[in-house]
């Protein structure tokens, strides 16, 4: 099992997070607009004095009926509102007769929007001290102008209000998705209801909606059932549930892009049809991960007619124009292990498996533009001659989108982007679609079209998708729709955690999952000392966690201590900055704050042995656990020879450089995440000269 | 508004609750089985020596095939097995193809189980030390088996086992349901699937689900679908979901019984319909909760054709054998003040409204027979000359239980565990449908089916539904499941929250939401003080929260800190005991214990107060927090005076009085669920003389 598309991804992501660091630290700072909690930062903020405020006497109005987009949306916001200050709102704010056309909150737009690129998303908002005005193009702008809205809901000593503020405000990119994997994991209806939630109180736009894999065809078929009755362990959404779906992102402004992945990642298609694949069946559906051998025989001319009428009929089923599908990873060996192929490429003058891969693209292109779509695919399927409607999505880099930005091809950012990976929010956040060194002109920057952030789920479960969704992707969120100058990391990090906590209220279980997890662990209630090493500790990023002894499948738990984690601790960010602080300051306030934080790390072993006496799922931590306390007790005595000014001895430095080395390595599939930091303890107290073995775990 | 069903009921509980002190105190024990974790109790339990070990060697097998319903069971049995335990499982336990006929746990049934009442449930269960047989003559008894495997699984130190066992089972009552209002507050698929998940686990069977109500009519129907259009502002069940949790449901083996109230509980109805009313229209969602006064007009003949057409398309939708009317509480008003209604009454020579009513159900009644469904219908349904094959569901008590089986109708009983009322599930626990004393001989006896737990939904949203549901109506599956002769209400409560856990790996959300609704309240993630606050504080109980000043509708916010507070406090409950406990022993370890939990009460309000002042919506907790960390003073002060063995002087424990008085009091729409048992502290200490004030809030 190759992970190729992994492989090649981490090292551009690992390149992309060390150019960041600089950047990251000189980045702008726009006070004004930081004071506030918005996340996308909006293009224009001019803040004034005044507050619009929030009693039960809040009403909202507009030209709106019920059922209708901007309708709901209103509801909505009243209901968080309520919900969100315990307030009993006087206006029966549902009511679907005698709705009201104005209210002290006013919702106005022109025309509905379409769910289509580069439609006009912008909105201006007004809040005076009686008066609400939000006014946009389309209802679609009115649905981005109450987040914003939710967003600016403050409270002071008199109680809760909206401070007075003139926004307008529009998108950077018109493309600004969410890639959720269904095919590895099933993700069931709910999963996919809250995040689209999320999506759209970040304002994101596009839920492209993984339905095939290897390990599983998510959708029903009425016209080749025997797909999703064979392909699925009975885990597939039936076209109600698809239709439900792309209702309830409609009236969030989000647009469903299925991706149905061929001619690779295709295996469980030929467990009802062997015929089509490359070589002789039969067919099970696939539990292990990575590239997997099928794919379908592009020299069979059957399998036309078939995605002809398969396409055909999900063409009917998902209103977007654009389709996609998917070309990436096609493994190869089927095809040259397959005489008739060979021939066929022989007679077809086809001079390699990308050829052949390319002449079964342009077949696929004349079925989709039959049925009214335009194609979407990853990079490999780019060749020349296609026509400029089709969009590439990017999983190689930058380059890539580059260079068909150049030959004319509209594209989307996906490299850098692969939330999967467990990456901090940060090295997203500086991922730029179009990097401010870029070469491209005014005409090609217009066809790079955005990006999506991509929930591939080989080891994401309905349990913990939302943990690895949220709240990192709001960065990439922001990314997407604000200014290029919107760069200010710790800034991002400010609101990033008023963000975490407020998409809570939509369902989303990135928090709570976790106390849940633990208490599972633990077979108890009591899990303090589990959440003490939990804030201490990442799951192992990029692709690591596969290479641990064990091998994941599709059947695989996913409900150990590294799946309770979050792939980036905030605690560990805390302690890393106060480090850092503390080193270039010496002040006595953060040696105190470190001193607490690493004796309670080193006092929480004893604390949790218990718990991992009593529960075989928890044994896999006590290495880790007692590797923090260590770790802690090295920290403190470097602290305390820091405030001392001494310098320890050579002796002892080399020693704790030793267990930091080790400490810094995988356990339990996870890593802690603030080793780092106390080797910057260690270096800072023991000088230069011990620099060396220090530096391998920085 | 009035609350006429709850109020009579209120007295019933309470005094039901007064009367249950006695035999719970002396309950039996059952020793053996109280050592295990079993939750209801089985039939039979004889544990042996030897364990089954659980690795990644464990699998399953039997002689159903995918998508038969124990095939699903046993795949779910694997799937909980390897979450709980987090090891990798060898066998592929979803493969649809050669699924395995045999396996570690091997499973046997005779043939399908029907959902229908008194069908077979029982299983043997029997684990050796290397394998597990679960028989059962239905597949229904297969699954009730696999829950029961599932609470055996406990861990040693040398992993997981299931400890050698012979079980023998089977249900005491045909018919253990739950009642969720899907009328008042509207809840979504998810809620009621994760919920049927819960009562499989609990080995209950009968979802009855109440669909239209004044506030909202919350299903689709195709052939009025003004009903819904106009009915439901937008939430109702589409056909489509309502099979979905009908096909979700039998899974598990769980009927599905809808519930249809009428001619009462029926304004939703007349939005789209006003000409079936018995009063001019027009007519809105009813917003306000308690007995509304509109109602059909059984006198206009147009109704039961529509009923007829109605009742036809819900029997095909629904396949259950049986179909509930409601039928309570017609308020009587608008029949009065109609002179065609009146005219109808004379001339039919119906001589009261329970007359006319008792006609309108004999006309329904022929229209349920005609679509071959048998009538289910409350209290007031029931009148001389119906078929022997219906069921009266009991809200006004057992007296009117014993009263229909007498007459030979069979009934279920629903008074005393009515779980919306925040009731301790010890109330409910020792609540039998029939009694100990009861003068039913053995055929009657047989008339009483069961019982059901009723989640009306006043007061309770998505949010909070599962909060409001479990872990109490766990007790209430055991009354209906085991012997009547388990009784030991401790023991039930030692198992409860092992349960209570467990159910959180369904998605249940009883726990983890508390947590979720104090970060919203504290607007912020560190909720400490509120969790220790949210332990000594209980809802108010019964109907109080509708007379504290603030009229409740549907579209308030459910949000407050009252809400994410648990029914039934375990912290209060064990300092209540541990007070008992020290009175009676003064042991100087249990003195100890409650200094620490009072010391942590006392000092909570300071810790508190900067959250409240920065939260608008916690400003109401203020008196609360306060009045928590007084009494926790007064109680610290008389545990000081009962370890000295010195009196209090008796002004300050009339202070005390007077204060603990004032500490009883409803605040935030919340009580302190401890205050009793500080009186007792307070009573112990000053003595028999100063008795009389601290009996009131006893």
């Given at each position: 099992?190759?992970?190729?598309?992994?492989?090649?991804?981490?090292?551009?992501?690992?390149?992309?997070?060390?150019?960041?660091?600089?950047?990251?630290?000189?980045a702008?700072?726009?006070?004004?607009?930081?004071?506030?909690?918005?996340?996308?930062?909006?293009?224009s903020?001019?803040?004034r004095?005044?507050?619009?405020?929030?009693?039960?006497?809040?009403?909202?109005?507009?030209?709106?009926?019920?059922?209708?987009?901007a309708?709901?949306?209103?509801?909505?916001?009243?209901?968080?509102?309520?919900?969100?200050?315990?307030?009993?709102?006087k206006?029966?704010?549902?009511?679907?007769?005698g709705?009201?056309?104005?209210?002290?909150?006013?919702?106005?737009?022109?025309?509905?929007g379409k769910?289509?690129?580069?439609?006009?998303e912008?909105?201006?908002?007004?809040?005076?001290?009686?008066?609400?005005?939000?006014?946009?193009?389309?209802?679609?702008?009115?649905?981005?102008?109450?987040?914003?809205?939710?967003?600016l809901?403050?409270?002071?000593?008199?109680?809760?209000?909206?401070?007075?503020?003139?926004?307008?405000?529009?998108?950077?990119?018109?493309?600004r998705?969410?890639?959720?994997?269904?095919?590895?994991?099933?993700?069931?209806?709910?999963?996919i209801?809250?995040?689209?939630?999320?999506?759209?109180?970040?304002?994101?736009?596009v839920?492209?909606?993984?339905l095939?894999?290897?390990?599983?065809?998510?959708?029903?078929?009425?016209?080749?059932?025997?797909?999703?009755?064979?392909?699925?362990?009975?885990?597939?959404?039936?076209?109600?549930?698809?239709?439900?779906?792309?209702?309830?992102?409609?009236?969030?402004?989000?647009?469903?892009?299925?991706?149905?992945?061929?001619?690779?990642?295709?295996?469980?298609?030929?467990?009802?049809?062997?015929?089509?694949?490359?070589?002789?069946?039969?067919?099970?559906?696939?539990?292990?991960?990575?590239?997997?051998?099928?794919?379908?025989?592009?020299?069979?001319?059957?399998?036309?007619?078939?995605?002809?009428?398969?396409?055909?009929?999900?063409?009917?089923?998902?209103?977007d124009?654009?389709?996609?599908?998917?070309?990436?990873?096609?493994?190869?060996?089927?095809?040259?292990?397959?005489?008739?192929?060979?021939?066929f490429?022989?007679?077809?003058?086809?001079?390699?498996?990308?050829?052949?891969?390319?002449?079964?693209?342009?077949?696929?292109?004349?079925?989709?533009?039959?049925?009214?779509?335009?194609?979407?695919?990853?990079?490999?399927?780019?060749?020349?001659?296609?026509?400029?409607d089709?969009?590439?999505?990017?999983?190689?880099?930058?380059?890539?989108?580059?260079?068909?930005?150049?030959?004319?091809?509209?594209?989307i950012?996906?490299n850098?982007?692969?939330?999967?990976?467990?990456?901090?929010?940060?090295?997203?956040?500086?991922?730029?679609?179009?990097?401010?060194?870029s070469?491209?002109?005014?005409?090609q920057?217009?066809?790079?079209?955005?990006?999506e952030?991509?929930m591939?789920?080989?080891?994401?479960?309905?349990?913990?998708?939302?943990?690895?969704?949220w709240p990192?992707?709001?960065?990439?969120?922001?990314?997407?729709w604000?200014?290029?100058?919107?760069?200010?990391?710790?800034?991002?990090?400010?609101?990033?955690?008023?963000?975490?906590l407020?998409?809570?209220?939509l369902?989303?279980t990135?928090?709570?999952?976790?106390?849940?997890?633990?208490?599972?662990?633990?077979?108890?209630?009591d899990?303090?000392?589990?959440?003490?090493?939990a804030?201490?500790?990442?799951?192992?990023?990029?692709?690591?966690?596969?290479s641990?002894?064990?091998?994941?499948?599709?059947?695989?738990?996913?409900?150990?201590?590294?799946?309770a984690c979050?792939?980036?601790?905030?605690?560990?960010?805390?302690?890393?900055?106060?480090?850092?602080?503390?080193?270039?300051?010496g002040?006595?306030?953060?040696?105190?704050?470190?001193?607490?934080?690493?004796?309670?790390w080193?006092?929480?072993?004893?604390?949790?042995?218990?718990?991992?006496?009593?529960?075989?799922?928890?044994?896999?931590?006590?290495?880790?656990?007692?590797?923090?306390?260590?770790?802690?007790?090295?920290?403190?005595?470097?602290l305390?020879?820091i405030?001392?000014?001494?310098?320890?001895?050579?002796?002892w430095?080399?020693?704790?450089?030793?267990?930091?080395n080790?400490?810094?390595?995988?356990m339990?599939?996870?890593?802690?995440?603030?080793?780092?930091?106390?080797?910057?303890?260690?270096?800072?107290?023991?000088?230069?000269?011990?620099?060396?073995?220090?530096?391998?775990?920085?």
């Amino acid at each position: 099992m190759a992970h190729s598309r992994q492989r090649r991804l981490f090292l551009g992501m690992a390149m992309l997070a060390f150019l960041a660091i600089g950047p990251a630290r000189a980045a702008q700072s726009a006070p004004e607009r930081a004071a506030l909690d918005l996340m996308p930062v909006p293009e224009s903020v001019n803040l004034r004095d005044g507050r619009f405020r929030v009693d039960d006497s809040l009403s909202v109005g507009g030209q709106a009926a019920p059922g209708d987009r901007a309708f709901g949306a209103a509801a909505r916001f009243m209901s968080r509102v309520a919900a969100r200050t315990g307030i009993f709102l006087k206006q029966d704010f549902l009511a679907a007769r005698g709705s009201a056309a104005d209210g002290a909150v006013r919702y106005e737009f022109t025309r509905p929007g379409k769910l289509e690129p580069l439609e006009d998303e912008s909105y201006s908002l007004i809040v005076n001290p009686g008066k609400v005005v939000l006014s946009a193009p389309t209802d679609i702008g009115v649905l981005r102008g109450f987040e914003t809205l939710l967003q600016l809901l403050s409270s002071d000593q008199a109680g809760y209000y909206i401070p007075c503020v003139e926004i307008i405000d529009r998108p950077r990119f018109t493309w600004r998705g969410l890639l959720i994997d269904s095919g590895r994991h099933f993700q069931p209806v709910e999963a996919i209801k809250r995040n689209l939630d999320g999506m759209a109180a970040l304002k994101m736009n596009v839920l492209h909606w993984h339905l095939t894999e290897d390990q599983g065809f998510r959708v029903e078929s009425k016209v080749f059932p025997r797909l999703h009755e064979l392909g699925s362990d009975g885990l597939y959404y039936t076209q109600a549930q698809i239709r439900e779906i792309i209702e309830y992102a409609a009236d969030r402004g989000i647009r469903v892009m299925p991706e149905f992945d061929v001619p690779g990642h295709s295996t469980s298609w030929f467990v009802a049809y062997p015929e089509f694949a490359s070589a002789p069946g039969p067919y099970a559906i696939e539990r292990r991960f990575g590239v997997a051998e099928p794919a379908f025989n592009p020299a069979d001319e059957r399998v036309y007619p078939f995605f002809d009428k398969f396409f055909g009929e999900m063409a009917a089923l998902f209103p977007d124009p654009y389709l996609h599908i998917g070309g990436d990873e096609v493994e190869g060996r089927h095809w040259d292990a397959n005489p008739a192929i060979q021939a066929f490429k022989k007679k077809r003058g086809l001079a390699d498996n990308h050829a052949l891969q390319a002449y079964f693209n342009t077949r696929l292109l004349k079925i989709l533009t039959r049925h009214g779509k335009k194609m979407v695919g990853w990079d490999e399927i780019f060749q020349p001659g296609l026509p400029t409607d089709i969009v590439i999505q990017s999983w190689r880099g930058t380059e890539a989108l580059v260079e068909s930005a150049r030959k004319g091809y509209q594209g989307i950012l996906s490299n850098g982007y692969y939330i999967d990976l467990c990456q901090p929010a940060e090295t997203h956040y500086l991922n730029d679609p179009i990097p401010s060194g870029s070469t491209l002109d005014e005409a090609q920057r217009k066809l790079v079209l955005g990006g999506e952030a991509t929930m591939w789920s080989e080891l994401v479960t309905p349990e913990t998708i939302d943990s690895r969704i949220w709240p990192r992707t709001a960065a990439i969120a922001e990314r997407l729709w604000s200014r290029p100058s919107v760069r200010d990391v710790g800034d991002m990090y400010r609101r990033l955690a008023v963000v975490s906590l407020r998409l809570e209220e939509l369902g989303l279980t990135h928090l709570k999952n976790q106390g849940m997890m633990l208490r599972r662990l633990a077979a108890g209630p009591d899990i303090g000392p589990l959440e003490v090493l939990a804030q201490a500790v990442e799951p192992l990023k990029n692709y690591q966690r596969h290479s641990q002894g064990v091998t994941y499948t599709s059947l695989s738990p996913l409900t150990r201590f590294v799946d309770a984690c979050a792939p980036e601790s905030m605690a560990a960010r805390d302690f890393r900055i106060k480090v850092e602080s503390f080193i270039s300051s010496g002040d006595r306030e953060s040696a105190q704050e470190l001193r607490k934080t690493l004796t309670a790390w080193k006092n929480n072993h004893t604390l949790l042995l218990p718990l991992i006496a009593r529960s075989p799922a928890l044994k896999e931590i006590e290495p880790l656990s007692l590797t923090l306390a260590e770790a802690a007790e090295t920290g403190l005595t470097a602290l305390a020879h820091i405030e001392k000014g001494e310098k320890p001895s050579p002796d002892w430095a080399e020693g704790g450089r030793g267990k930091l080395n080790e400490a810094a390595k995988p356990m339990a599939h996870a890593e802690l995440a603030v080793v780092r930091a106390v080797g910057r303890l260690l270096e800072a107290c023991a000088g230069p000269a011990g620099r060396g073995p220090v530096r391998d775990i920085m």
